[in-house]
């Protein structure tokens, strides 16, 4: 690593991104692994800069003083040894104005503001043949105006650099300026680092089939035998199998994602919903030739062949080497040991052919989980001797298959999600949607099964009302952000109100982002009690879907904040000012 060349503190010149002006600004920090320094311009803008950006005040004004000769700078129009001030001038708007300095490809002097510049604020010093923008009380007869179509040239140029980012995101800066030999430490790793990694590698699986041998009680078949292991695995890689063949057959449309590194963007096969039909179309037909109860006889072995596959592939992708260095996550940057790398993932984009496998795996999971509800509704039909299903396992079905289909109907819109634009393919990754989606978001219908529940008039009509309002909330929240990014000038975001920030970007503060700031996560919420109240209240195992989902959610609106704050900086603050609560209205 390089020494740090300039001091915390010290003044110096700094580059502005995108252009050839240098202006003042003061070292905040310096990060030793990035070999980036944080300035702060004298507007409060902060930004971070390479040190080839960077020159210390003495060498700027010397290169200044010796770029032009003694004898061109005295026919030179456009000459700037030093600054001559206007008589007009007073101290204070001296002191208060940014340190105007040269263009170094045309020598001319620019006063750079990070607002929209006005025609007459803009003035031409006649005394030295300087072109100079100048604020304050003007004497009329030491200035004159400049011509419009200079003053129009002049704002589009500094609109433009005040559109630049604040701070990058420690996913870009990893991208764009790291990719080095040695990786970049994260000093702020997720989940609590290795240890909180190798904790949840354990102990999710543990829990898991903990809480499916409580739901099934007595008839949890725990013992693995050779051929039962062996027939359960076959079967579900012939899920998957399945679920592959779905995923490439020219049904559907394809879709770009988001930009990557290089600049490209990958191609992926939105064809989700049709694979669930079609699915729906084969488990029908193969209704009357197999008993689908086998799959909650051997629920335990099924469990654990997801288990073993989720292991392996995270393994294959965890170790695989000579991965482009564009295609590493931040984890895959980061200075954390096996486990960390394991947990998170290492490879950003895994493909196998022309399938995404980290969209495939969130397909299997949510069709894994629509099939399982289904063999419940089957086994608590054998099981309890019932003729139709109860009210509750309709209730549960039906919610959660909504859920389902309002996702796969909406896939195209889970490109740009942060889970598949800037997480890594790993055990969490794998785990998270091979097996947790299908074998704990099922908990409800497998509950059901072995535990009749009569559920009241009262309690089935508030967990429909709390469905509508929790699906209603989602949609509306999700239809408004989508709209307002595919396209801010859409009729149907016309009306929205929004805060512009000088990272270019609009936040929304009116139709329900103006309520909070993640209404999308409020609606999922409260979609996820109503799954729970149809279980009743003998049990708390019914109710982990809802509690796990709080706690995620919660987790992931603090993730989320920290990052809007290095990313818009003040105007975060301006934001959380005008919409103060985060997810549930005057609550939190």
């Known amino acids: 690593m390089r020494d740090q060349k300039y001091d915390k503190g010290e003044t110096v010149m700094a580059r502005w991104p995108g252009s050839s002006l240098f202006y003042e600004v003061q070292v905040i920090t310096f990060d030793e692994l990035t070999q980036l320094y944080t300035v702060r311009y004298k507007d409060g803008t902060e930004l971070d800069i390479k040190e080839s950006d960077i020159k210390s005040m003495i060498s700027f004004r010397s290169k200044k ?86 003053v129009s040239e002049i704002n589009d140029k500094v609109l433009r650099y005040s559109l630049a980012p604040r701070n990058e995101s420690k996913t870009n800066r990893f991208h764009k300026e790291v990719l080095q030999e040695k990786p970049v430490e994260n000093k702020e790793l997720e989940f609590g680092g290795t240890i909180g990694a190798f904790f949840l590698i354990i102990t999710m699986p543990l829990l898991l089939f903990y809480m499916l041998m409580t739901c099934m009680q007595t008839n949890a078949n725990i013992y693995f035998t050779k051929s039962d292991f062996i027939n359960t695995f076959g079967l579900f890689l012939l899920f998957i199998f399945l679920q592959a063949f779905l995923y490439v057959v020219p049904i559907g449309k394809m879709a770009d994602g988001a ?14 919903l049709y694979a669930l039909l079609l699915t729906a179309a084969v488990v029908a037909t193969l209704l009357y030739k197999i008993d689908l109860l086998y799959v909650y006889d051997h629920f335990i072995q099924f469990a654990a062949s997801a288990t073993l596959f989720s292991v392996l592939i995270s393994i294959y992708y965890g170790v695989s080497s000579n991965v482009p260095k564009e295609e590493l996550s931040v984890a895959g940057h980061s200075a954390g040991n096996f486990f960390y790398k394991f947990f998170m993932g290492r490879k950003l984009s895994p493909r196998i052919g022309h399938i995404d496998v980290k969209c495939f795996s969130i397909r299997l999971g949510l069709i894994g989980w629509v099939l399982i509800n289904v063999v419940m509704l089957l086994a608590e039909l054998k099981l309890q001797q019932r003729d139709i299903p109860s009210a509750s396992m309709i209730l549960v079905n039906s919610f959660q298959l909504l859920y389902v289909i309002y996702t796969l109907w909406n896939e195209e819109r889970m490109l740009t999600s942060l889970e598949i634009v800037h997480k890594g393919y790993g055990f969490m990754f794998a785990f998270g949607n091979l097996v947790w989606v299908p074998f704990t978001y099922s908990l409800q219908a497998l509950y059901l099964v072995t535990h009749t529940v009569e559920i009241s008039l009262p309690l089935a009509l508030a967990s429909v009302a709390l469905k509508v309002i929790g699906f209603s909330v989602f949609l509306v929240s999700n239809n408004q952000k989508y709209d307002f990014r595919k396209n801010p000038d859409d009729p149907r975001s016309a009306d929205l109100e929004t805060i512009s920030t000088s990272a270019g970007n609009k936040l929304l503060i009116s139709g329900w982002w103006g309520i909070v700031r993640h209404p999308n996560y409020c609606g999922d919420i409260i979609m996820a009690w109503s799954w729970c109240l149809p279980c009743g209240f003998a049990h708390i195992i019914p109710y982990f879907y809802g509690i796990f989902l709080t706690l995620l959610l919660v987790h992931r609106e603090a993730r989320d904040e920290k990052q809007c704050k290095i990313k818009y900086g003040l105007d975060w603050e301006k934001y959380c000012q005008r919409v103060p609560y985060r997810i549930f209205p005057y609550i939190y």
Not at 87 to 115: D, F, W, Y
Not at 125 to 143: A, D, F, T, W, Y
């Open 65 to 150: 003083r010796s770029s032009v000769s003694p004898s061109r700078r005295s026919r030179s129009r456009s000459r700037s040894p030093g600054r001559s001030r206007s008589p007009g001038r007073n101290q204070k708007n001296a002191q208060s104005s940014p340190r105007p300095t040269r263009e170094l490809n045309t020598g001319n002097i620019l006063q750079v503001h990070l607002t929209p510049l006005k025609l007459q604020d803009y003035t031409i010093e006649k005394s030295n043949g300087e072109l100079e923008g100048v604020e304050g009380n003007i004497v009329p007869q030491q200035v004159t105006k400049l011509k419009e179509e200079q």
């Open 259 to 272: 930009p990557l590194v290089n600049g490209k963007r990958l191609k992926y096969k939105v064809n989700g």
